[in-house]
């Protein structure tokens, strides 16, 4: 039997990622009825996140040798704007139906245990780094040049406090509090896409051009020279809305994009003009192929050449049937697994990298312990996927009725 958490492999196209499509993004410009039945999961969205998550883990370890070979080394945007647009995405499928299907409360119920629930990561994610750096700095004598640094200077406590009150947010430990601020905000997101997409994004494209504009338009950071969140809300906000719509869009396609030649081609282009200028060539001992110089573009607004790059591999992802059939290969199981249990697998990310971390800084970067730490790192990550999963499913298949009491 098929899982029903897969696509169909068979399949010309993908089949629907909810149960019931519906015309969303066309005229006119409303969301349609949303779905009774429980939409099934996209393989895509999995498997693309779990890569995101194991690069994140990567990317987290500064003078990290395999963080050369990375989505940011090859254009302008990384693993951050895939983890927020699917974060995004994900969300609407998730209790963007559920609305319909058990009411208002019970779905803004469940969204609250979800924001409580990232939450405690976020929180047993800081304590545990901090009780961690300050153990290695008493033991070595070293003092950390990364992430917690200006908690430990405020004091263990005090920073702590300061941090669990997201006031604040060290590097690399950033990212969980702006998904608690967007999910919260999700409803907000939703019922007004009920009443016209394009009028959400306007408005939140509108938002997201202020913050380009006005970078004091952000929440504040004890942690920050320019105190604010280094993942700007009022900008990244935007990604997150995007990937909202795209569920919906996708949804009225079938679970693809409009497929045309002439967008598929502008959206190459810029990916090739992105590698040519956002390329790591003099890291890769390569001659410099920039084309203008100009600096890289600022990731904390997510600024046009940025979010221009994210969009346009979002686009052809999504708009090419053998990328779903691709991941529902057999050998990427272990990456969707990933993506399917995102926080738990981003929280041991994150510990990983910290000991990766500690580690180059205390015995420097020699080659076998590069690989003795990224080894490590994407087997615990993975180890934890596969555990995940496993009990996952048999949860599943432990609620189905049995097929003596089956009606």
Known sequence: MKSPDTLDPNAQLPVTLLAEPGQVMGAPDRLSEPER???????????VRGFALLTIFVDHIPRNAPALLTLHNFGFSDAAEIFVLLAGYSSMIAYGGLFRRSGFWTTLIRIAKRCGRIYLFHAGLLLA??????????????????GVAPLLEMGLVPGLLRGLALNALPNY???????????????????GMQNGVWGVLALSGTLWLAANVDHTLNLPNATAVDDGWYFNPFAWQFLFVIGAALALAIRAGDGLLPRSNWAAAAAGLYLGFGLVQGGSWVDWGLPDLRLLAIEAPDKSHVVP???????ALTYLVF??????RVCQWRPLRLIDACGRHSLEIFAA??????????????????????IAVN??????MLTLA?????RARGRTANSRPSASGAT
């Open 37 to 47: 039945k429980k939409p099934v999961r996209d393989a895509r969205v999995d498997v």
């Open 129 to 146: 780094t901090l009780i961690i750096v300050r153990i290695w700095m008493d033991l070595t004598g070293l003092v950390p040049r990364f």
């Open 173 to 191: 430990l950033d990212i969980l509090p702006l998904y608690i601020l967007l999910l919260a905000l999700f409803p907000l997101i939703y019922f």
């Open 305 to 311: 050449l940025r979010l221009l790059h994210i969009l």
């Open 319 to 324: 708009s090419t049937p053998a990328v779903a």
């Open 349 to 370: 990310g994150c510990l990983a990298a910290l000991i990766g971390r500690i580690l180059y800084r205390t015995f420097d970067t020699s080659w076998p312990l590069q």
């Open 375 to 380: 080894l490590s790192g994407f087997a615990v």
């Open 386 to 390: 596969s555990f995940l999963d496993h």
